[in-house]
């Protein structure tokens, strides 16, 4: 499953064959391959030498995510709707971005429209549902869905696991813990090696639980939530809200606080999650913990994005060591529409012996 693009390098390292695994984050790929075949009965392909036109759009779906998010940050707001009207520069390069997305897309709506009418039968797929519903049935609304899946379901997680793999690499005290704990799995499951875990099993997992959560609240995918308001409001402490006005919070800074977490709060504590009386995982209020975000309009894809990452740590960790070269300097952050690590985290792969 592990395959490498040509951005990826293959280093040799004192006689002994190890991969360095960069440019393209090889975890983001992973994840749109899996992910593609719950909310649309399509295989992107991403992974292979088949999968041109996939890798070929997470390129320009990265490149678009990073520009667009960049407009937030520029010092003169300005400066890019100058390179807009005149088609130049990274407007230019977004614009061209927009274009390979916008096909890839659509061509994921016609192929599920043509797999339907080939079968005269519709998929269960999340697509097809929207497909079946007649006033969602517009291609640009169908494109924008497809569009706004990809962007929530995959640069979240492979965002999350990518600081978390850093964060393990630096605790091997935490790693050795979930080794311990997936051999306990094992025993009690009677489930061998390099076979996949399955929903049961992985919900025995309590302790990589709390793991992944307390690298999600040190490193959360979406690092600010910035909204706009509808409607005149008043938030329930009194502070009045107009209509159109803009508001935000910032939940990687949320997850540093002092005054919420306590002391030691910049620390990596996976126990932070655990319940002591019974060693099961305890969860947070999500307005204390709003890495998914709170209220109405959390994640709908909370519980998938953890059995997807669940499973990929426990095949990983189960087969693989994962050694990050340089891993006491913490890796440059990249922010775009989520929290990334600039020119992805570079690691070794041993195999577990
Ligand atoms: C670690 C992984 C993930 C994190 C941290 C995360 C976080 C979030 C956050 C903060 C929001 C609120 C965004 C907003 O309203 O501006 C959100 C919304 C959403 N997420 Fe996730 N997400 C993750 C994975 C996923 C996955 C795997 C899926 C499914 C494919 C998914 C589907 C959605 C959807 C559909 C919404 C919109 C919900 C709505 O507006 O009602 N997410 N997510």
């Known amino acids: 499953m592990l395959e490498r693009d040509e951005e990826d390098e293959e280093v040799s390292d004192g006689g002994e064959s190890v991969t360095k695994v960069g440019g393209r984050n090889m975890v ?35 490149t678009a995510a990073t520009i667009i998010s960049e407009r937030f940050q520029s010092v003169t707001p300005y400066s890019w709707k100058i390179k807009k009207k005149l088609d130049i520069g990274s407007q230019k390069l977004l614009r061209e971005s927009i274009v390979t997305v916008h096909k890839f897309a659509d061509g994921i709506v016609r192929h599920t429209i043509d797999q339907a009418r080939s079968s005269n039968n519709m998929n269960e797929d999340l697509l097809s549902r929207f497909i079946n519903i007649e006033e969602m049935n517009s291609p640009e609304l169908l494109r924008d869905i497809v569009i706004s899946f990809i962007l929530a379901g995959r640069d979240t997680t492979s965002s999350a696991l990518s600081w978390f793999f850093w964060l393990l690499s630096k605790h091997p005290e935490v790693e050795n813990k979930i080794i311990q704990e997936l051999n306990s799995v094992r025993e009690r499951t009677g489930k061998r090696i390099g076979e996949v875990y399955g929903y049961e099993e992985l919900k025995l997992m309590n302790y990589l639980h709390a793991a992944i959560t307390e690298s999600l609240r040190l490193y959360p995918p979406v690092p600010v939530e910035i909204m706009s308001c509808v409607e005149d409001n008043v938030l329930p402490d009194g502070t009045f809200v107009g209509k159109s006005w803009g508001t935000s919070y910032n939940a990687y800074a949320k997850g540093r606080m002092e005054s919420i977490w306590g002391k030691g709060c910049d620390r990596f504590d996976p126990a932070r999650w655990i319940d002591e009386t019974n060693g099961g995982f305890r969860g947070e209020n ?3 913990f ?10 709908l894809g909370k519980e998938m994005a953890y059995i997807q990452m669940k499973s990929i740590v426990a095949a990983v960790l189960d087969r693989f060591v994962v050694e990050v070269p340089g891993k006491k300097e913490r890796p440059e952050i990249l922010l775009s529409m989520t929290l990334r690590i600039k020119g992805g985290l570079f690691v070794r792969i041993h195999e577990r012996t």
């Open 28 to 62: 983001a790929r992973v994840e749109m391959d899996s992910r593609w075949w719950h909310p649309f009965n399509v295989d992107a392909a991403c992974l292979g030498d088949g999968g041109a036109d996939g890798v070929e759009f997470m390129r320009a779906f990265d």
């Open 286 to 288: 999500p307005y204390k």
């Open 290 to 299: 709003p890495v998914f975000h709170a209220g109405l309009r959390m994640c």
